[in-house]
């Protein structure tokens, strides 16, 4: 499995990264093998103002729908509109292709609040 190490992440199974008062998210390469192949990516949340853990969205796999819980509180700026047509991108390329939101992050304290790569790792393999 991969996990970068620019990268932060949540115990929820998103990734973070981080650019300038930017996030771009999505969730990790663990995350959607566990789900399985993705039909459906729902995010109504453009433009708002979402509170970190709070849900911003939704992924619907064959067998199961999980909840995207939000990793910073913030506004969300920009949604990955490919994932409309190709919501596979998040399987083939969880870390590139597959991200799924943009945000204009408003508490910069909360980023250290994550968990870097080997925490991580280390969660998912307990």
């Not at 990264?17 to 949340?45: C, H, M, R, W």
Request: net charge negative.
């Amino acid at each position: 499995m991969n996990f970068p190490e620019n990268l932060k992440y949540t115990k929820d199974h998103e990734w973070v990264s981080v650019e300038g008062n930017v996030a771009t998210i999505g969730i990790t390469d663990f995350a959607q093998k566990e789900l399985g192949d993705i039909v459906y990516v729902d995010i109504p949340s453009k433009g708002k103002t979402v509170a970190k853990d709070e849900v911003f969205g939704t992924v619907e796999a064959v067998k199961t729908v999980s909840d995207l819980f939000m990793p910073l509180s913030g506004e969300v700026i920009e949604l990955n509109a490919d994932l409309d047509a190709a919501p596979e991108n998040v399987n083939n390329d969880a870390y590139g292709s597959g991200w799924m939101i943009k945000v204009n992050f408003s508490n910069a304290a909360e980023i250290d609040e994550l968990l870097d790569a080997a925490a991580y790792k280390q969660l998912i393999n307990a």
